[in-house]
């Protein structure tokens, strides 16, 4: 929009012109390349009004053709934290903060959202998840005042890390009861304690608004000594202890055998959910006879805090069954993951995650693909979820298949024959690694990347640069779930670690844009679709009998009614394009909302009284509708019930939205707990009053 039309908008609604504003507004939604600063305009005049089901329809309507603006996620929060809306208002701006996890308006609205949906216990829990890596000085003051607002919670609060390179102990601690004083804590490990005082200055405290003479931790504890506490006075313990104090990772000299002589080692890192690990290592031991390649099974257990998942693991290893390998505290993935593969220098690996299920003679494949050529660095297989191999749709994360689904998935792989697609990256949920390669690039970075987002992507372009490829096993599928490993800090991280990948590789992401938008892998997403497809065998089941309507009669007119009709004929088109230009001309107007895909789009659209539903990260379709101010499902198809006909599925449309229907009496849907047509006859012109 010209600063010209955007400033006389703004003066008008300044003077109260509201009329002048109304009219400057409405030129600008005629006009395409004004139209998106209009909508934001129209909520933002709806908010200051009070009207928030309009104002959500704008600002949605907005953010969904703007999805980079974060200002407008902003404002699409705060209308429905105005409104009182906590679930809905939790969920989306939780999502915004997958999106844009560092945004810190977004961030402090999120706490603030909190403070009315959650019970303290719930919220603390969320802020000590997040608090080791809260950076900003403002955040850091908005999270310890809701702390210290409860006198329940523990006041003394602190995190702490290690420092390998120069064995020390650094971090933060604040007694937020009396924030004068410098908090008192013990290092602890084995039988040796050491007293000390978080006495040193904190520049992120004093910017939070703490005293600038201590709060800050800087101790060098004896030696690396493995686990290490860090506990307060009051016997709690600093967030991130304990601590896994070992020395800094010296990589093993590359070793004289031939990897390909050799077992592969499956390097599975473990730490917690017992049920989905087992799955995946029962999964690998019920197949591995079906695999040629000699291998061993090696559990990285990385201080498992759940002692049924330990002792399982434990019995499987000395029945030999697996090979354990047990941290004395929590090393985080990359850490862990650098020392397995450290163990045998002379074999190729496989880091497999735990919650996976592999099938068949799926390591067979892979290494296949592996040596198929010199240069060849890594490959990753098919998967439900796993970035770029995901099935059926790339980098979109599908539900784990239950195992005869993955079954029947991993067999129409192996016999699509499709060849294998270079990948720009691989995926870390299952990751061939050839031990030359290995050797070549180097190990994992454990110094700067935070504890394991993105350890695989600045492995994959390091070999990159050095002339590897990476391959994409299409005849592979391995399943995983996805989402166990980490808790509500996971999207920060991610973002720290992408920040520093783009400075690392500033062509990286257009070329990563470039495969997607290029996707040579949808010929084999293709193959596999229509194997599966070839193996299904079609069931006609008996069509159940339609479940009858439960909604009450709703207040009317309403904001919004939904079109519960298909659209798939013109005469029912033809008269939901009247509808919609006489509820247009109308005041207050009633917006039409489309929900399904239909020809007559763009038409309804352009009459002004047709909006799509806005599709809003972290809500459903029945929130949005309710958001918007949808009182009813409407159909103005009159056509009964007949062997070519059947207007069922205006029904589900009703039910799936818990929408009171409201329809023609000759479709014979009043049966079905649907209200008559005749009752929005004030609203209806005459020619569609069926």
């Given at each position: 929009m010209p600063p010209s039309l955007s400033a006389q908008?703004?003066?008008?609604?300044?003077k109260g012109d509201i009329e002048s504003a109304q009219a400057a507004l409405a030129l600008a939604l005629q006009t395409p390349g004004y139209r998106n600063e209009a909508l934001i305009w129209q909520g933002v005049a709806a908010l200051r009004e009070g009207r928030q089901a309009d104002a959500f329809l704008h600002l949605a309507r907005a953010s969904e053709r703007l999805p980079q603006r974060t200002d407008l996620k902003l404002l699409l929060g705060r209308s429905l934290q105005q409104s009182g809306q906590h679930e809905p208002a939790e969920g989306f701006l939780r999502a915004a903060l997958q999106r844009f996890p560092a945004d810190q308006p977004l961030r402090r609205l999120y706490w603030s959202t909190l403070q009315t949906s959650r019970s303290h216990a719930e919220i603390a829990a969320q802020i000590r998840?997040?608090?080791?890596?809260?950076?900003d000085p403002t955040e850091l003051q908005q999270v310890l005042q809701i702390l210290a607002d409860e006198p329940a919670t523990e006041l003394l609060v602190g995190v702490v890390r290690y420092d390998a390179a120069r064995n020390l102990v650094t971090g933060w601690a604040v007694d937020l009861k009396t924030p004068e004083r410098p908090p008192r804590f013990q290092l602890a490990t084995g039988q040796v304690r050491l007293e000390c005082l978080a006495n040193t200055p904190s520049p992120l405290l004093t910017q939070a608004g703490f005293p600038a003479t201590h709060g800050g931790i800087l101790v060098r504890p004896p030696q690396p000594s493995g686990a290490l506490r860090v506990i307060f006075t009051t016997g709690a313990e600093l967030i991130g202890s304990p601590l896994a104090a070992v020395a800094p990772f010296t990589p093993p000299p590359p070793s004289e055998q031939d990897p390909f002589r050799q077992p592969v080692d499956i390097l599975v890192p473990v730490f917690k959910g017992v049920d989905i690990t087992l799955a995946c290592l029962d999964s690998l031991l019920r197949h591995k006879r079906d695999n040629r390649t000699p291998h061993r099974i090696v559990v990285l257990d990385d201080a498992c805090p759940e002692p049924q998942l330990v002792q399982a693991?434990?019995?499987l290893a000395r029945r030999g069954r697996i090979e354990l390998v047990r941290r004395p505290a929590n090393l985080g993935f990359i850490r862990n993951m650098n020392r397995g593969m450290a163990l045998h220098p002379e074999r190729d690996v496989v880091w497999l995650n735990a919650d996976t299920r592999v099938h068949g003679d799926w390591l067979d494949r892979l290494r296949a693909v592996a040596y198929q050529a010199e240069d060849i660095a890594s490959v990753t297989p098919f998967t439900n979820?796993?970035?770029l191999m995901s099935f059926p749709e790339s980098r979109i994360a599908h539900p784990m298949p239950d195992p005869q689904a993955h079954a029947r998935l991993d067999r129409a792989a192996r016999q699509s024959g499709c060849t294998p697609v270079e990948l720009e990256v691989g995926c870390g949920f299952?990751?061939?690694i050839k031990r030359r390669a290995?050797?070549?690039?180097?190990?994992?970075?454990e110094e700067t990347l935070q504890r394991g987002y993105g350890e695989e992507t600045d492995w994959c372009l390091r070999a990159r640069r050095l002339g590897w490829r990476h391959l994409g096993a299409t005849n592979v599928f391995v399943a995983h779930s996805g989402g166990h490993s980490f808790g509500p800090e996971k999207a920060l991280r991610v973002h720290q670690n992408n920040a520093i990948l783009r400075r690392r590789y500033p062509d990286a992401e257009r070329r990563f844009d470039t495969f997607v938008a290029r996707d040579p892998l949808r010929p084999a997403r293709e193959a596999l679709q229509q194997l599966l497809a070839a193996q299904e065998r079609p069931t006609e089941a008996p069509t159940p009998p339609p479940t009858p309507l439960t909604a009450s009669r709703p207040p009317l007119p309403g904001r919004c009614w939904l079109i519960a009709d298909r659209l798939d004929r013109a005469e029912i088109g033809e008269r939901w394009l009247r509808l919609a230009r006489h509820l247009a001309r109308q005041q207050p107007a009633i917006t039409l909302l489309l929900a399904e895909d239909t020809p007559?789009?763009?038409?309804?659209l352009a009459t002004d009284g047709v909006s799509r539903l806005p599709r809003i990260d972290g809500l459903d379709a029945r929130q949005t509708l309710e958001l918007c101010g949808t009182v009813l499902a409407l159909s103005l198809d009159a056509t009964p019930e007949t062997v070519t006909h059947s207007p069922y599925h205006v029904l589900q449309a009703a039910q799936r939205h818990r929408l009171p229907l409201f329809a023609p009496e000759s479709a014979g849907l009043d049966r079905l707990g649907a209200f008559g047509l005749?009752?929005?006859?004030?609203y209806l012109p005459k020619e569609v009053q069926v």
């Open positions: 908008i703004q003066s008008h609604f300044k998840a997040q608090l080791a890596d809260i950076h693991i434990e019995n979820n796993g970035e299952c990751f061939y290995l050797d070549a690039v180097g190990y994992l970075d007559w789009e763009t038409q309804l005749h009752e929005l006859h004030p």
